[in-house]
């Protein structure tokens, strides 16, 4: 059996990291509250009342800290494991039948009025679907493209849509110089990993189930769409299948983005008419909360943040980078390297200002004694360590990501040439390189006498709660 989004239910029920709420939600009015708070486990919704006969799950996982269980890795394997994984892509593999075609509806039973979709911040223009990863294709090739988008709730068969411009965008720019429909399916609820895929940026013709199944170790299991020429997983929850018609634009938005702002991205952007859904007999509906600490951005942070890394590492040939986090609001990376020469660690940013992905503006390097996972690491290190006319570098003029709300818009969402324009930054906040062993012998931490053998645990009067704040040790 496929791993699937109830065998991640059940891997963090195992590992404490999950609370089934048994008291009624609504979801329109209730549901993103509770979700934004569930910063450290994942929340299964069981009784909805108004929804018969549907759960719904969220905040699986909420927070960059849990996703390591995801991967069975500790944090700061994590990004390194997943660059591992996807050095080489997986295999996907058509099947007669799965789960997610238990259930057929076509025509008036299309109605996702019926689904617990909720509304997620108070000035979102209603509920929108939030997790819902969208199958198209490039219609000369017919490679395959996975690509998550936001889904306002239009009516019982109708949604719009945010189609920021990247791959799916382009494919659909061929069906609309072609004045034809582009057909979708949109699946909702599955294993974390298709999340993660869907938010991957590779090569425009990767198909992103394969990069799924080399993230899962296991084959992806497809079945055929039932009304469009399309390819879904066997063991997703959910599918709508439909298609975008060609020119049509409607107001659309807003939406509690990535930043955590609203009003990026809305204004008039095109549909999708649902054709028919296909789900399970007791399907489990996906609520994505979006923002910047809570789950949506759990799933940029983590492959984006590998993306880097890969690049990173390729830079000058073999560059010692270690480690990669993308920091809160999406738009600054911080990298953990060993510079071997003076300046590297500043070519080293530059690609990461330049990579598949357009969000990072700022991109900060430290070096491998800083914990990247503690922001109050990184700040000690740019104290510390920069010197600010040296080692910060502007750079004007910059296409920066058109949803980064900081510099001027040019043209508007859901047409050709939407960007935006601003600066972006480097800050080089690392030691001095491997190759001047007495220069960066002064920029040796300082670590407590006895630190090797002495632990405070063990001096603590019995009973004691264990320690809330564990120091962590620098690495040299
Ligand atoms: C939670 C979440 C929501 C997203 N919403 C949208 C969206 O509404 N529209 C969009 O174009 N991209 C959205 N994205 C970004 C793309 O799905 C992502 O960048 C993906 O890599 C694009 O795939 P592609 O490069 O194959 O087009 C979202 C990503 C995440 C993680
Ligand atoms: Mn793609």
Redesign the pocket.
């Known amino acids: 059996m496929a791993q699937d989004m109830r065998s991640w239910i059940d891997q963090l029920e195992k590992a404490g990291l999950l609370a089934r709420i048994t008291k009624p939600v609504d979801p329109r009015t209730q549901m993103g509250a509770l979700l934004w708070q569930a910063r450290d486990r994942g929340l299964l919704f069981e009784n909805l009342p108004g929804y018969p006969g549907w759960r719904c799950l969220g905040q699986a996982p909420g927070d960059v800290a849990l996703a390591p269980v995801a991967f069975g890795v500790e944090r700061d394997q994590m990004i390194p494991e997943f660059v591992r994984r996807t050095e080489t892509l997986g295999k996907t593999r058509l099947v007669e039948t799965g789960p997610v075609q238990q259930k057929v509806l076509l025509g008036d039973d299309v109605d996702i009025t019926k689904m617990p979709i909720h509304q997620a911040g108070i000035r979102d223009g209603g509920p929108f679907i ?1 997790s819902g990863l969208m199958v198209t294709k490039n219609p000369e090739t017919g490679r395959r ?6 889904l306002q709730m239009k009516g019982p068969n109708k949604t719009g ?4 411009p ?5 494919n659909y720019q061929m069906y609309e110089a072609q004045d034809k429909p582009m057909p979708v399916a949109i699946m909702i609820g599955h294993h974390p990993m298709y ?1 993660f895929a ?5 090569q ?1 013709g990767v198909d ?1 189930f394969e990069v799924a199944s080399a993230l899962l170790k296991e084959d992806v299991e497809l079945v055929k769409c039932r009304t469009v020429d399309l390819e879904v997983p066997a063991w997703a929850e959910i599918v709508l299948e439909g298609e975008i018609p060609p020119k049509i634009r409607e107001d659309e938005g807003p ?1 509690s983005e ?1 930043q955590d702002y609203y009003l990026t ?1 809305s204004g008039q952007n095109p549909i999708v008419n649902i054709k028919a859904i296909t789900m399970r007999n007791d399907a489990i509906f996906k609520n ?1 909360q ?1 923002g910047t600490e809570v ?3 759990v ?2 942070k983590v ?1 984006m943040s590998a993306q880097i890394l890969r690049r990173a590492r390729s830079v000058g040939g073999l560059a010692d980078v270690r480690n990669v986090l993308v920091m809160p609001g999406i738009f600054g990376v911080v990298v953990q390297m060993k510079p071997r020469y003076y300046g590297e660690a500043k070519n080293v940013l530059m690609s990461v200002l330049s990579s598949e ?1 357009q969000h990072p503006k700022i991109a900060i390097a430290v070096d491998v004694d800083v914990d990247i996972f503690n922001y109050a690491e990184v700040l000690w290190s740019i104290n510390t360590r920069v010197n600010p006319s040296e080692d910060i570098v502007t750079i004007p003029g910059a296409k920066i990501h058109a949803m980064d709300p900081s510099c001027p818009e040019f043209g508007h969402p859901g047409a050709p040439g939407w960007h935006r324009i601003g600066g972006k930054m480097i800050i080089d906040a690392t030691k001095p390189p491997d190759c001047d062993p007495q220069k960066r012998k002064e920029f040796e931490r300082l670590k407590p006498v006895g630190w090797e053998t002495v632990n405070l645990e063990d001096f603590l009067p019995a009973g004691s709660p264990p320690l809330r704040i564990k120091p962590k040790i620098p690495m040299d």
Do not use: D, K, Q
Not at 166 to 170: C, E, I, K, L
Not at 198 to 202: F, Q, V
């Open positions: 939030g493209n996975l690509s998550f988008h936001r849509i945010l189609l920021y990247r791959h799916a965008w382009a999340y869907a938010a991957t940026t590779m425009y992103e939406f990535f991205g994505v979006n789950e949506g951005c799933y940029h492959p992905y």
